[in-house]
């Protein structure tokens, strides 16, 4: 008979079931590597590049990338490296600013309402319900185009997607607020006398995280999304070398029709990373606070 | 029923008011004038003298009653907008914002329905598929390439897809409506071309957001396949066709249904945005020519009439939910 | 070696295997199971949480999903073993050979189609090519043979109670006359009068098809009086096997002497006489036999040596060092 060997237990360690868990977890991995690629081309960059060189009339005009230009320059003579290195950090800058405004106003406003219910969670949510069918980057053309374009900076960039962003963050919030308003270990704390605050800080906070980030992640994601949107509608900071812009330009100029190529596509691509670490990270994210998305092995 | 169609209808108007009154009030908060800056474009680029300028601009602030009180003003906004009555163009005077939108609607419908239907069904089956233990290992493979283009919005896809299949495979044209040269007779030969314009924007738009139903519905997939009468389902025997078609899909059905309304936003912007890429007569050129041009009644009407369009499609969606689950009927 | 009273049982079950593999290492959620069962006769299996009931369940229907998986052994049905059929053979065998009756039966019904849609098609998967009004007809006799309205038929489960939804369950369960029912806690989330009448529809229905029962579940006093054996499981083993009087009477397996003096009785009402210790997790089993850290007549061979299973007293199956001079 097969003795002792079923007591043969393997119990790795902790750090090796981390580290076979990101080899699982395939999306946060790759997003996360994305993301620093990302961040050490900005980073780089900016020690190579002349950011002046990110603006018009710097360097030779039309010329498809070379030794001297390795992404080439554009119709303006914009250098578009220093462009793309330039333009990515606004990116980040706006998509960050923007996502952790939004976060933080989605954070306060998803707890006041679920947190103390009655009138005030009505008049929030009734808030968040009609503005959620109002196509949210529509609007926020309403804001960019009356204002005089060359007021637009990259700030208000921000503050213009932030206005109208945060309702999803509210909700989802709210939402996982109520139902852990019903766990029991809350119930507890409330039965041995913690105050509402100590229940919020030493309670829900933590179990809340997760979502937390889950819901910053998806923030920036749409704030570079919208920005991104707008500028390609020709309604951002139009000097500013916004990967947005470039293909706006691109676009105005007929890049494709008269050969240029490399213009429209270099932004395009890089957005196509920015955007799709960000989706992955969110996937990953998912899954690690969704254990029944989970994978087993 | 009456009650909730009340209700529902209630709702619509109160989301058309809210819009419209952001978009009344956020022009009248910046300091800038539309309509001073627009004339004092033209005076610009036109060459009639500054005095008149000033004429001209009260004439127009007269005609438009922008010298009455502001509550005068904005009663008389909500009603006109209720009425559909957005004013008139600046730039095609005498056209009013209706006719721009009139005459661009029928181009951006079309390419809407068809992307729109094409890139649900698609992500949906695949997304379900991918979620599926049962379904075919290269059917999982063939939905891997498509989630990886969640990340990539329409519009950069059709950057992408301009580059490879315009410029350097030659195979579909770059931009505009039909080609040049092509006489617009309504002939067979002029209906090919104009679709040939049509067929990377379209691409572009189902590419770019097939990913994201791929994706949704995967989600929903597991979820459902935890459930009890999944389960249940396998130990009565059935066979995983028949579990996939009437458990699995079914119940998806209404989950699905309810994420396209709320994504119709999205949808239509990003429609509006490829439309303006390409150069499509549509909702998306005249949006962009409008912004180009400081045309501001078009762009508000175009932003009041796309909000109000999706906010209607989204009551209506409503009142199909009862006839995917019959748990709602009974409320 | 001769596990069972009958020589011709209707089921036969031998060395049952099965292995989840997760992250923090292999679970045998199933070791070397092996009972057998007569034809209308019912056997109630009990264990703690996690012991292995519903594990068993799922691989006799062959459901064990990854990361679980069956490692080996028979079931034998009428002699013909389920784990060598083809997916499809399987497939075909689940309800008309080998039915299971759900735990959660508030959530095993397809929310959105009507009742009748679930067991038509439960019918037609199975190859029978009847006309619809006979199908239909055949549907309509279950539910009244469970006490249901034949109204019930056109209703959704939304519009049904938690009795109604576990009788249809049932209906669906013997809508093939099966000759096993596993029934996995039919009863657990009903009310004492409604589980009464639960458990004697399925009693009734039984003895209609002549069917053997497998009775799953943690309430010995239910079991007491439905079930004419009781199987006691403990951490994936099968540790004894023995008619329902002999076990509330003279229970042999150390484990199972636990389990029934935890119960209540009027005689010493007020003492609560719960087992030491708490369930081992199957990660990490002890070794030995997995239950002499918790075991009042633990002996030394007990920690270092796998019991194995014999027969005692009869046709008592047991599991411990205690009996192997009695073998």
């Known amino acids: ?297 | 029923m009456l009650r909730l169609v009340i209700r529902r209808l209630l709702f619509l108007a109160l989301v058309i008011w809210s819009a419209s009154t952001i978009v009344f009030f956020i022009p009248r908060m910046s300091e800038t004038n539309a309509i001073r800056e627009r004339f004092a474009e033209l005076a610009r680029t036109g060459g009639f003298s500054p005095t008149d300028l000033e004429k001209i601009i009260e004439s127009y602030t007269k005609q438009f009653g922008l010298d009455r009180p502001l509550w005068d003003q904005y009663q008389d906004y909500i009603v006109s907008i209720f009425k559909l009555d957005f004013g008139f163009s600046l730039n095609r005077y005498p056209m009013t914002v209706t006719d721009v939108i009139m005459q661009a609607i029928p181009w951006t419908l079309s390419l809407l329905l068809v992307t729109t239907i094409i890139s649900f069904l698609i992500g949906n089956l695949l997304g379900a598929l991918s979620a599926w233990p049962k379904a075919p290992g290269w059917v999982r493979a063939f939905a891997t390439p498509f989630v990886l283009l969640t990340g990539v919005p329409p519009v950069i896809m059709g950057v992408l897809l301009l580059f490879f299949l315009g410029f350097r495979m030659k195979l579909l044209p770059l931009g505009g409506s039909y080609s040049i040269g092509v006489v617009p007779d309504g002939s067979w030969t002029f209906m090919l071309d104009v679709l040939k314009h049509q067929v990377l924007p379209a691409l572009s738009l189902i590419l770019g957001s097939v990913g994201g139903w791929v994706l949704s519905m995967r989600g929903m997939g597991i979820t459902i396949q935890g459930e009890d009468y999944v389960n249940f389902a396998e130990h009565k025997g059935l066979g995983a066709g028949a579990i996939f078609r009437d458990y699995y899909l079914r119940n998806t059905l209404l989950p699905q249904a309810t994420a396209l309304a709320l994504a119709l936003g999205t949808v239509v912007t990003s429609a509006i945005v490829v439309e303006g890429l390409f150069g499509l007569p549509g909702i998306g050129q005249a949006l962009n020519n409008a912004i180009r041009s400081n045309d501001f009644p078009v762009i508000y009407g175009i932003v009041l009439f796309i909000t109000g369009a999706v906010a209607t499609l989204m009551v209506l969606m409503e009142f199909v939910y009862p006839l995917l689950d019959p748990r709602i009927r009974n409320e | 070696m001769n596990m069972g009273q009958d020589q011709n049982p209707v089921l036969r079950v031998s060395n049952l295997e099965v292995t989840y593999y997760t992250d923090s290492g292999r679970a045998k959620a199933l070791d070397d199971v092996s009972f057998t069962l007569n034809a209308g006769e019912k056997l109630g299996m009990v264990g703690e949480s996690g012991s292995g009931k519903s594990t068993l369940a799922l691989a006799m229907m062959r459901m064990i999903k990854p990361p679980g998986r069956i490692e080996g052994g028979r079931v034998e049905i009428g002699g013909v073993d389920l784990m060598s059929l083809s997916e499809e053979d399987m497939r075909q065998a689940r309800l008309s050979k080998i039915a299971y009756i759900p735990q959660g039966a508030m959530n095993s019904l397809n929310p959105v189609t009507r009742i009748g849609a679930q067991l038509v098609d439960a019918i037609r998967s199975h190859g029978i090519k009847d006309s619809r009004a006979q199908v239909e007809e055949r549907c309509v006799n279950a539910l009244k043979s469970v006490d249901l309205d034949p109204a019930v038929f056109r209703m959704y489960p939304h519009e049904l109670s938690g009795g109604m939804k576990q009788r249809v369950c049932i209906a669906i369960g013997i809508l093939l006359q099966p000759s096993v029912i596993i029934a996995d806690e039919p009863t657990s989330a009903l009310d004492v009068v409604t589980q009464r009448q639960v458990m004697e529809t399925i009693d009734r229905v039984k003895d209609q098809i002549n069917a053997a029962v497998i009775l799953i579940g943690h309430d010995m006093g239910l079991m007491a009086q439905f079930v004419d054996r009781v199987a006691v499981m403990y951490s994936g083993r099968l540790v004894e096997v023995s008619t329902v009087r002999e076990m509330f009477t003279k229970p042999v397996h150390p484990y199972a002497a636990a389990l029934i003096s935890s119960l209540p009785n009027l005689e010493n009402k007020g003492v609560f006489q719960g087992i030491p210790g708490l369930a081992p997790s199957l990660l990490r089993l002890p070794g030995g036999c997995s239950f002499h850290p918790r075991c009042a007549k633990v002996m030394d061979i007990c920690k270092t040596t796998r019991p194995t299973t014999r027969m005692v007293q009869g046709n008592r199956l047991v599991t411990c060092h205690l009996y192997n001079e009695e073998a």
């Open chain 1, 1 to 297: 008979m097969a003795d002792a060997t079923m007591t043969e237990v393997v119990r790795p360690s902790r750090l090796a079931l981390a580290l076979r868990y990101t080899k699982r977890n395939k999306s946060l991995a790759v997003g996360l590597a994305i993301l620093f690629f990302l961040i050490a081309f900005t980073a780089i960059g900016f020690m190579v590049i002349d950011p002046k060189h990110a603006y018009p009339l710097t360097a030779a005009a039309k010329k498809a990338p070379s030794l001297k230009y390795p992404l080439g320059t554009d119709f303006f003579g914009r250098d578009l490296l220093a462009a793309m290195v330039v333009g990515m950090w606004q990116t980040a800058a706006i998509g960050l600013l923007a996502g952790g405004i939004g976060t933080v106003i989605g954070v306060v406003l998803g707890f006041i309402s679920a947190y103390f219910g009655g009138w005030i969670d009505t008049i929030i949510k009734t808030v968040c319900q009609i503005l959620t069918p109002i196509p949210v980057l529509l609007i926020q053309v309403v804001v960019a185009g009356t204002l005089d374009k060359r007021d637009v900076t990259i700030f208000m960039m921000a503050l213009i997607i932030v206005v109208l962003s945060w309702m999803g963050t509210t909700l989802v919030v709210r939402s996982q607020v109520l139902t852990m308003k019903e766990r029991q270990f809350v119930a507890v704390a409330k039965l041995s006398g913690v105050g509402s605050m100590g229940i919020i800080f030493k309670e829900i906070m933590p179990n809340l995280l997760p979502f937390i980030a889950a819901a910053f992640v998806v923030q920036v994601f749409q704030a570079v999304f919208a920005s991104f949107y707008l500028a390609v509608l020709g309604l951002g900071p139009l000097r500013e070398p916004l990967l947005g812009n470039i293909i706006w330009s691109a676009q105005g100029q007929g890049a494709f029709f008269n050969g240029w190529w490399w213009w429209p596509i270099e932004p395009a691509i890089a957005m196509v990373l920015i955007l799709g670490s960000l989706a992955l990270i969110n996937m990953g994210l998912d899954e690690l606070a969704n254990p029944r998305v989970r994978k087993s092995e």
